[in-house]
């Protein structure tokens, strides 16, 4: 098994693209934080507001409860802005129409570094990945190379925008590089504690996620110097 390689950090503007709230702080908050506090800009999209993650809680109340958490998550982090769309939350689709809504948001933010989350069949855990999950992740692989074309969605916003550099995975079961978050796990932790409404309606409900977070970035940190650290699968571009 060979060791992590360095994320590059020759880019100043980040967008990720994930289904609901809380993946962000599941996968990558860590990183983000890091990333931030060097004066980097990373702004979170998320595709659905996450109505029917709270099996207690109607979906409209859901939806507002769990729009708050991410936004105190990504601030937490030093998140530039949150947006959201309005999929439906387990039903979110891989579509052209999801393509334009990703490609038509790298347009107008024109990051170097778009950030997706697991669109693989499987987890970096072994399990099933979630619908929501692969189609989010391989439509925003696509609107990557859509987004660079002007004959494709030619109407909608800016003009083209050809500068992606890296497009960047978490939670990904080939994930080839690292970024150090030594500095950085408090805001990790408390990024994720923002989701309490989520964490405590999961079955058996989460009460201790330092834990865990620690624990996994201490063992992506076995394969990157020693240092605590938050994996993400590179794609080539």
Same mark, same amino acid.
């Given at each position: 098994?060979?060791?992590?390689?360095?994320?590059?950090?020759?880019?100043?503007?980040?967008?990720?693209?994930?289904?609901?709230?809380?993946?962000?702080?599941?996968?990558?908050?860590?990183?983000?934080?890091?990333?931030?506090?060097?004066?980097?800009?990373?702004?979170?999209?998320?595709?659905?507001?996450?109505?029917?993650?709270?099996?207690?809680?109607?979906?409209?109340?859901?939806?507002?409860?769990?729009?708050?958490?991410?936004?105190?998550?990504?601030?937490?982090?030093?998140?530039?802005?949150?947006?959201?769309?309005?999929? !439906? @939350?387990? %039903?979110?689709?891989?579509? =052209?129409? *999801?393509?334009?809504?990703?490609?038509? $948001?790298? +347009?107008?933010?024109? #990051?170097?570094?778009?950030?997706?989350?697991?669109?693989?069949?499987?987890?970096?855990?072994?399990?099933?990945?979630? !619908? @929501?999950? %692969?189609?989010?992740?391989? =439509?925003? *692989?696509?609107?990557?190379?859509?987004? $660079?074309? +002007?004959?494709?969605? #030619?109407?909608?916003?800016?003009?083209?925008?050809?500068?992606?550099?890296?497009?960047?995975?978490?939670?990904?079961?080939?994930?080839?590089?690292?970024?150090?978050?030594?500095?950085?796990?408090?805001?990790?932790?408390?990024?994720?504690?923002?989701?309490?409404?989520?964490?405590?309606?999961?079955?058996?409900?989460?009460?201790?996620?330092?834990?865990?977070?620690?624990?996994?970035?201490?063992?992506?940190?076995?394969?990157?110097?020693?240092?605590?650290?938050?994996?993400?699968?590179?794609?080539?571009?």
């Amino acid at each position: 098994m060979s060791d992590f390689q360095e994320m590059p950090d020759d880019w100043t503007r980040a967008l990720a693209v994930v289904a609901h709230p809380d993946d962000m702080e599941f996968g990558a908050a860590g990183a983000v934080a890091s990333w931030t506090a060097a004066g980097k800009s990373v702004t979170y999209l998320v595709a659905s507001r996450g109505e029917a993650g709270i099996d207690s809680m109607a979906p409209e109340k859901a939806a507002e409860v769990r729009e708050a958490e991410q936004r105190a998550g990504a601030a937490l982090v030093g998140a530039a802005a949150v947006e959201f769309l309005d999929h !439906p @939350d387990g %039903r979110i689709e891989y579509s =052209a129409e *999801l393509r334009r809504e990703f490609a038509t $948001a790298i +347009r107008r933010h024109r #990051p170097e570094l778009v950030l997706g989350f697991c669109h693989h069949d499987h987890t970096s855990t072994g399990r099933w990945n979630s !619908p @929501d999950h %692969r189609n989010t992740g391989r =439509a925003l *692989l696509d609107a990557v190379g859509d987004a $660079a074309n +002007r004959w494709v969605f #030619p109407e909608d916003g800016p003009g083209p925008w050809q500068g992606v550099r890296y497009v960047a995975v978490s939670n990904s079961p080939r994930p080839t590089h690292a970024v150090d978050i030594t500095d950085h796990v408090d805001r990790a932790v408390a990024s994720l504690e923002a989701h309490a409404s989520y964490l405590a309606a999961m079955r058996p409900p989460v009460t201790d996620v330092r834990a865990p977070l620690l624990g996994l970035a201490q063992a992506t940190g076995a394969r990157f110097g020693g240092r605590p650290a938050i994996a993400f699968e590179l794609i080539p571009r």
